[in-house]
T-cell receptor, first 114, second 114 residues
Framework: DAGVIQSPRHEVTEMGQEVTLRCKPI?????LFWYRQTMMRGLELLIY????????DSGMPEDRFSAKMPNASFSTLKIQPSEPRDSAVYFC????????????FGSGTRLTVV | AQSVAQPEDQVNVAEGNPLTVKCTYS??????LFWYVQYPNRGLQFLLK??????LVKGSYGFEAEFNKSQTSFHLKKPSALVSDSALYFC????????????FGKGTKLSVKP
C-alpha cells in the first residue's frame, strides 16, 4: 500500500490566491481527517469525514476554508482567498471506523503564503 | 470528555541513557492509547498502541509504553536512547466505548545528544 498520498508537497502562493490541497486516503479506510500544524498552535484538527460525509468542521478557522470528499478515494482542502497566517503544514490522515485502529498520516503539504 | 496531557514540552537525554516521555489521559470509558512519532519534515508515524491485555506494550524502534490505570498514564520508554530518536512525540487517546476520534496531546520534543 502506498499510504496516504498528499499533493503537492510544497506550495508557495501569493496572498489572495486560491490554494487547493489534495489527499488520497488508504483504500478501505472510512474516515479522513485534515490537520494543520504550526509552531504556535501545534496540531489542530480542521475537519473530518466518515464515509465521505463531513462530520465535524468546527476546527475550520474561517469561511475561507472549505473541504470536500467527492468519493472514498479523494479529498480536497481549499483556501480562498489565502492569507499569510494560513502558512503551515497541512496533514491528511485516514483510518478505519474500528475503534482499535489508529490513524495513518500523509507526508503533509507545506504551504507558504507570501 | 476525553483529554490527553503531555506535561513536558521538551525532554533532553544523553545517548545510551534511558528515556521517558510522559503522557496522562482522561476518558470516561476504557482508554485506547497510542503513541506517534514525527521526524523533521515528515508526517506522524504510528509507534505503538494499547487496547487491552498486557500493560506493557512494545512497539517500533525499541520503544515500549506502560499502561497504568490507577495513575491514568501511558508513558513512552526506551532503555537506551539513540541520537536518531530525536523527534517530536505525540500521545493520543480514544474512548474505547465510542466511535470518537483520537485526541492528540500537544507533543513532546525529544532531543538525544551524543
Amino acid at each position: 500500500d502506498a499510504g496516504v498520498i498528499q499533493s503537492p508537497r510544497h506550495e508557495v502562493t501569493e496572498m489572495g490566491q486560491e490554494v487547493t490541497l489534495r489527499c488520497k486516503p488508504i483504500s478501505g479506510h472510512n474516515s479522513l481527517f485534515w490537520y494543520r500544524q504550526t509552531m504556535m498552535r501545534g496540531l489542530e484538527l480542521l475537519i473530518y469525514f466518515n464515509n465521505n460525509v463531513p462530520i465535524d468542521d468546527s476546527g475550520m478557522p474561517e469561511d475561507r476554508f472549505s473541504a470536500k470528499m467527492p468519493n472514498a478515494s479523494f479529498s480536497t482542502l481549499k483556501i480562498q482567498p489565502s492569507e499569510p497566517r494560513d502558512s503551515a503544514v497541512y496533514f491528511c490522515a485516514s483510518s478505519s471506523l474500528r475503534a482499535t485502529g489508529g490513524y495513518t498520516f500523509g507526508s503533509g503539504t507545506r504551504l507558504t503564503v507570501v | 470528555a476525553q483529554s490527553v496531557a503531555q506535561p513536558e514540552d521538551q525532554v533532553n537525554v544523553a545517548e545510551g541513557n534511558p528515556l521517558t516521555v510522559k503522557c496522562t489521559y482522561s476518558v470516561s470509558g476504557n482508554p485506547y492509547l497510542f503513541w506517534y512519532v514525527q521526524y523533521p519534515n515528515r508526517g506522524l508515524q504510528f509507534l505503538l498502541k494499547y487496547i487491552t491485555g498486557d500493560n506493557l506494550v512494545k512497539g517500533s524502534y525499541g520503544f515500549e509504553a506502560e499502561f497504568n490505570k490507577s495513575q491514568t498514564s501511558f508513558h513512552l520508554k526506551k532503555p537506551s536512547a539513540l541520537v536518531s530518536d530525536s523527534a517530536l512525540y505525540f500521545c493520543a487517546v480514544r474512548d474505547g466505548g465510542s466511535q470518537g476520534n483520537l485526541i492528540f496531546g500537544k507533543g513532546t520534543k525529544l532531543s538525544v545528544k551524543p
